[in-house]
């Protein structure tokens, strides 16, 4: 008997112990998994590279295109699956499969065959004609923007990609060739759009959730005034989809000027707005005349717009992994620097498939930060996000101003945040506006988390000049190995 009870006692200091092993390994999957992914990309580029002089470089380069994919996949998804998980319209399983999938088939599917080399006309190609120089540059770049987006999402900030991936090129350009090399004006525009997206699309979701409250929530008949209006709504996101799909993904399978892309844009949005109408009244019949009911109305149209804004993610910023890649793997091939290159089918898998597989190791803790960390999202309150970061896009892209997603969407989720405070306190219910209240106690009890906003804005700042300082160094660190 003795025996047994000392049999039992050695089987749970074991199983006390595989469980402890566990706990401990448990953070090393993720990174585990992103290392075998980069093991693979690199395997790939060398088979397909075989032993051509130039497979070293090619290899190195895969690597490193790899590890971006990963670091876009963890950061820069989040801002169009956040809003859908923080309102509860989706769960994070549910965000990250319907993500991965749709930022795979918006690569695959409408992803760019043929991509400038100098990203955007950042720097003068006469200035780096030397094949070996212009492949450190845009290793450099990669390497630059890969790491400081890791670092961001480290720090829990969502950050732009194409700034990190422009700020990189910027900083090895001018480490490559000198300050003239670099296009500033470019620059300059890049810089206005760090303030102008996200003011505008915070201003555009104030204003659609303040038309919702004024038209739908605050109507007598609550119901009622939904199945006159939404309907409406979704037609506009319908319309707005349809015009920023056409203008910004669909533009790379066939040649789509801003008139076509309104008509199908208009098109689409009535479509939608008569599709709409039975569907949101079959599900009005069997809810409450009160405002909670509205959720259920905006789920759907939710969804559909996160997995819509995947797509056309997937079909733009796939660009800045592949992009410099490509140019790397043509010029170190043919000794020759091209102003546009065509990419190779493997390249374009390999960004695809890594920004997905970044997603789901590393996306949750962003698409938390932003869809319920910065404010409190409803399915309302969220529709009014996708609605204004897509018409913001579509505005500036008129404008000819470079702007990104990430800045629009978070922009417009602080939009919302921030009416909310606004319409409380006009209404007399915030505590803000109690003089018995504490200072400490009103700053507690804002809609909007004031440390993310800061975190947030200071990471959009630093992101050009950090990763360009980064890209610089790593430039001149490989042009020192090679010499």
């Known amino acids: 008997m003795t025996r047994w009870k000392a049999l039992d006692k050695d089987l749970d200091r074991i199983g006390a112990l595989e469980e402890g092993a566990l706990f401990v390994s448990r953070p090393l999957v993720a990174p585990g998994l992103a290392l075998v992914f980069i093991v693979l990309a690199t395997l790939v580029a060398a088979v397909v590279t075989g032993a051509a002089p130039s497979g070293l470089v ?4 895969a690597a490193v295109g790899a590890y971006m994919a990963l670091n876009i996949g963890a950061n820069d998804v989040a801002n169009n699956m956040g809003p859908a998980v923080g309102a509860k319209a989706l769960s994070m399983g549910w965000a990250l499969a319907i993500a991965a999938v749709f930022e795979t088939l918006g690569a695959v599917l409408a992803g760019g065959e043929v991509v400038a080399t100098i990203s955007g006309g950042i720097v003068a190609p006469g200035a780096v004609a030397d094949p070996q120089v212009f492949v450190w540059l845009m290793m450099a770049a990669l390497v630059a923007a890969a790491v400081w987006i890791n670092l961001a999402t480290l720090l829990g900030a969502p950050v732009s990609t ?7 090129v910027a900083g090895a350009g001018v480490a490559a060739a000198g300050v003239a090399a670099v296009n500033w004006p470019q620059l300059g525009a890049i810089a206005a759009s760090w303030m102008i997206s996200p003011l505008l699309a915070g201003l555009l979701a104030a204003l659609i959730l303040a038309f919702i409250k004024a038209r739908i929530m605050d109507a007598e008949d609550v119901l009622a005034a939904a199945r006159r209006w939404v309907p409406a709504l979704i037609g506009v996101m319908a319309g707005t989809f349809g015009t920023y799909l056409a203008m910004q993904a669909l533009s790379h399978v066939w040649v789509v000027n801003p008139r076509a892309a309104l008509a199908f844009g208009m098109g689409a949005g009535l479509a939608g707005w008569a599709g709409a109408g039975p569907l949101v009244r079959r599900q009005a019949a069997g809810l409450e005349n009160r405002r909670r009911s509205l959720r259920r109305l905006f789920a759907l149209p939710l969804i559909l717009s996160a997995a819509l804004l995947s797509f056309a993610h997937g079909a733009n910023d796939v660009a800045n992994v592949v992009g410099p890649l490509a140019a790397i793997v043509k010029t170190a091939s043919s000794g020759d620097v091209a102003a546009a290159v065509q ?27 932003v869809g319920s960390e910065i404010t409190r999202l409803n399915e309302v309150r969220a529709y009014c996000v996708a609605l204004a970061a897509a018409v913001t896009v579509i505005v500036a892209s008129w404008l000819g101003l470079p702007v990104s997603t990430t800045h629009t969407a978070v922009g417009a989720v602080f939009g919302v945040g921030f009416y909310r405070e606004w319409d409380n306190a006009r209404q007399g219910r915030s505590p803000a506006t109690a003089g018995a209240i504490p200072p400490e106690e009103r700053r507690r009890r804002k809609l909007v988390r004031r440390s993310h906003v800061v975190t ?7 992101t050009v000049p950090a990763a ?7 430039f001149l660190l490989l042009r020192g190995l090679a010499g």
């Open 468 to 474: 360009g300082a980064l890209a610089a160094m790593v």
């Open 456 to 462: 947030v804005v200071a990471a959009w700042v630093v």
């Open 343 to 369: 990419i190779p089918v493997w390249v374009m898998g390999i960004g695809a498939l890594g920004i997905s597989v970044g997603l789901i190791l590393f996306g949750p803790k962003l698409i938390r930060l």
């Open 58 to 61: 090619i290899v190195a380069a």
């Open 162 to 168: 194409t700034h990190s991936v422009v700020g990189g």
